[in-house]
């Protein structure tokens, strides 16, 4: 059964910079999951942020182009993203997500991911 944990999250002021981690457990380091990142406010459907496929194509969501990366350390089965430029509208929970099989091209929609992160809290407040 694979699990996620994400961390890395907390309080930045705006223009700061966070690195978000998802931790993956109970897969084989030779299975490269595809991993995406989603971001909920509350009251709000969640929203996806980015993703990395098995072969390491990635997709990010024009909403954080240009301030957001995603990136993975194969050795660790860790999934990074790399946040900087930081506004108060980035302000949710980050979650991480994996989906299980070999994916080519990975997207941001929640219906292919079969395994869910318990979510880190990211705050942009002055």
């Known amino acids: 059964q694979v699990q996620l944990v994400e961390s890395g999250g907390g309080l930045v002021q705006p223009g700061g910079s966070l690195r978000l981690s998802c931790a993956a457990s109970?897969?084989?380091?030779?299975?490269?999951?595809?991993t995406a990142w989603f971001r909920q406010i509350p009251g709000k459907d969640r929203e996806g942020i980015s993703c990395?496929?098995?072969?390491?194509?990635?997709f990010i969501a024009d909403s954080v182009k240009g301030r957001f990366t995603i990136s993975r350390d194969y050795a660790k089965n860790l999934v990074f993203l790399d946040m900087d430029t930081l506004r108060p509208e980035d302000t949710a929970i980050y979650y991480c997500?994996?989906?299980?099989?070999?994916?080519?091209?990975?997207?941001?929609?929640?219906?292919?991911?079969?395994?869910w992160g318990q979510g880190t809290q990211v705050t942009v407040s002055s």
């Open positions: 997500a994996a989906e299980s099989g070999f994916v080519n091209f990975c997207a941001i929609v929640e219906a292919p991911y079969d395994y």
């Open positions: 990395i496929s098995s072969n390491d194509n990635t």
């Open positions: 109970g897969v084989d380091s030779a299975d490269y999951l595809a």
